[in-house]
């Protein structure tokens, strides 16, 4: 079913449109336009267009990560070599971060007790 309305369009819009649409079928032009349009702006097409690049730029994709791999591991020694080395009272190494002062504060305090009233 259809159903005749008015909308009012620029001048140069409307230009663009006779100059697509065969004579007598603006609006079959107007309704694949605005079809096309609010299937390409969906979610799902959306989705389906991320997805097809993708699987299109995987090997693309790969060959940079592999030409960047020996930077980004430099990197990471670099990181690794500036961070200090910490251990625990033990002698083992603590992960970065792990606070031994803490630790030691806290092996001497007496176990919690809970007392029920």
């Known amino acids: 079913m259809s ?10 819009t409307i230009q ?3 100059r697509f649409a065969k004579k007598g079928l603006r ?10 349009y609010v ?3 969906s979610r799902e097409a959306l989705r389906a267009q991320l997805e097809r690049a993708a699987v299109r730029d995987r090997d693309l994709d790969r060959q940079i990560a592999d030409e960047w791999f020996a930077v980004d591991q430099e990197a990471w020694q670099e990181l690794d070599a500036e961070r200090p080395k ?3 009272p033990s002698g083992r190494s603590l ?12 092996s001497k305090k007496p176990p919690r007790t809970h007392h029920s009233e």
């Open 3 to 12: 159903k005749r309305i008015n909308i009012v369009l620029p001048t140069a």
């Open 16 to 18: 663009t449109i006779d």
């Open 27 to 36: 609006s079959k032009f107007i309704k694949t336009a605005v079809e096309y």
């Open 39 to 41: 299937e390409s702006r």
């Open 86 to 88: 910490r251990s625990s």
């Open 95 to 106: 992960p970065y971060g792990a606070r031994p002062e803490a630790r030691e504060r806290d």
